[in-house]
């Protein structure tokens, strides 16, 4: 027989169900959602791009926000699903669209839209969207999720995503598309036409900002929500809590926080420690083997940290402070340089009118240099792919964040005052 609590909270860490709750749902979701919601009644159309990293929780978002939007409005819209990974080029796309629709509308064979002609295809389902009434059914409005979207723009013409985002203008039906995309220039990666018709909504995303936020997000999966009825799960979620502060699992949670903060790797870490067990069972024993030992950590924060110079540390902390400032994931060296400057040039300023001597602002070249090895140990992770010759616009994002660097400056460190905006 299977375990209940434990299948549960095996199927959330595998990603094969998602959590109830979303920790820590953000004002994107609110975005989001209001953007569709004024699709669906006000007919208008509309489109946004949502980026952020890989388990960022993009699509559990937009579930979210369909979830919401169904108990709402539920049977005023469609959804149409897309994936860039899998329809890979736009043939499938359409037929993926036609057969969507076809299904939810119940089209009987010789009404179907699909045909075999790609070009018919695309033909039908474009005039579908030009009539005042959709479909014989209730839908009003039509609402594409496009998952991996940047896939789109990689082969050859942007014919499908101009198509749509057009419709997007220009149908009297509400017609909203929402694009997701963990690089972080998918928006540059649309063709003028394309970005043209695109509504300029740019959301991102970020991972946990915390431990505390990734603590939450990792106890989402490993507990039972309330809504959920097992027998046990009270009991279950409070040792959780205090497996989570302990060796073993509270191991693992930092381990995978200081190194990636990616909760599905979270989830494919501890899942198999529970699998097959009895909830009852539930110790700190079951992860001790799930902890990488600290040693084999190359990249660990911790011991990274105190070997570097202080161009790196500044260039750390600028890359940290740009990224509070600005409220974005991921920074480039122009940023980060930019950053540099004004900071450096402060303090040298300071220090004359007190001491007389400046402090050093280093070179170019040597900030450059600097930049490498921070890319090197991996306390800058890129976010996307830089065109070749473009390295100052590659997106960083700053491993550590500015609070945490903090801990690790001893506060009579020469750059102590740069951990706060
Ligand atoms: N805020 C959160 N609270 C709880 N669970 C989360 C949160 N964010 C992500 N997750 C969980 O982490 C896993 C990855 O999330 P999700 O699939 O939404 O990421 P994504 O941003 O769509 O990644 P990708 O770019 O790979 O598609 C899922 O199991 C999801 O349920
Ligand atoms: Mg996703």
Known sequence: MGQPIVDHVVDKLFGKRQPEVMVGI????????????STITLRRGDSCMIMGPRSAGKTLMVSKVLEKLNSNYSDDFLTIKLNGTIHADDKQAVRAIARQIDEATNNQEAD???????????????TLFEQANFSETNYKS???????????????????????????????????????????????????????????????????????????????????DPSVQIDGAQEWNTKITRLMDQDGLGDVVSEVYYTSKDLRYFGTRVGPYLQGKNHKDLCAEWFIDSVISKL?????????????????????????????????????????????????????????????????????????????RLQQ????????????GQEDLKMLRPETGLQELRGFLPPNHPLFSWTRL
């Open 296 to 372: 084999n950590v190359p990249s660990s924060t911790d011991t990274l940290l105190p070997s570097l110079s202080e161009l790196e540390w500044a260039l750390l902390l600028c890359s940290a402070r740009a990224s509070t400032r600005y409220s974005i994931d991921s920074v480039n060296l122009v940023l980060a340089q930019t950053e540099y400057y004004a900071m450096a040039q402060a303090l040298s300023i300071e220090r004359s009118s007190v001491t007389g001597v400046g402090y050093r602002v280093w070179s170019a070249k040597a900030i450059r240099l600097a930049w490498e």
């Open 26 to 37: 953000d004002s994107i979701f609110d975005l989001v959602y209001d953007m569709l919601a």
């Open 142 to 224: 039509v609402v594409f999720i496009i998952e991996d979207i940047d896939q789109f723009t990689s082969a050859g013409k942007q014919t499908l995503l101009y198509n749509l985002l057009d419709l997007s203008q220009s149908s009297v039906i509400g017609v909203a598309v929402v694009g997701l995309s963990c690089r972080m220039n998918a928006a540059e990666l649309l063709e003028k036409r394309v970005r043209s018709r695109f509504s300029q909504r740019l959301y991102n995303l970020p991972k946990p900002k915390s431990r505390q936020d990734f603590v939450s997000r990792c106890a989402s999966l490993l507990q039972v």
């Open 112 to 126: 179907k839209l699909e045909k075999p002609s790609m070009a018919v295809t695309m033909q039908n389902f474009l």
């Open 377 to 388: 140990l991996e306390l800058l992770v890129p976010t996307g792919t830089a065109q070749s």
